[in-house]
């Protein structure tokens, strides 16, 4: 099983540099391509967040 820890950070840091390959792109298709990335990525940690939050509501965060 994958570690959620390094899930989230990997794509943290591919969000990161989304964001600054947007700031560098030089064509309006490029900012676009680059601004879908960006949805994808954030949707996908919203995905784990809201994970990490229902847990938590449930209290499964300390039990083994």
């Known amino acids: 099983m994958m570690n959620p820890e390094k899930i989230i950070e990997g794509l943290s840091n591919e969000l990161s540099s989304a964001m600054k390959a947007i700031s560098k792109a030089k064509t309006v298709e490029e900012k676009v391509a680059y601004s879908q ?3 994808n990525i954030s949707e996908s940690l919203g995905v784990f ?11 499964f965060d300390d039990e083994p």
């Open 49 to 59: 967040f809201n994970l990490a939050t229902d847990m938590i509501a449930q209290g």
């Open 37 to 39: 990335i960006v949805k």
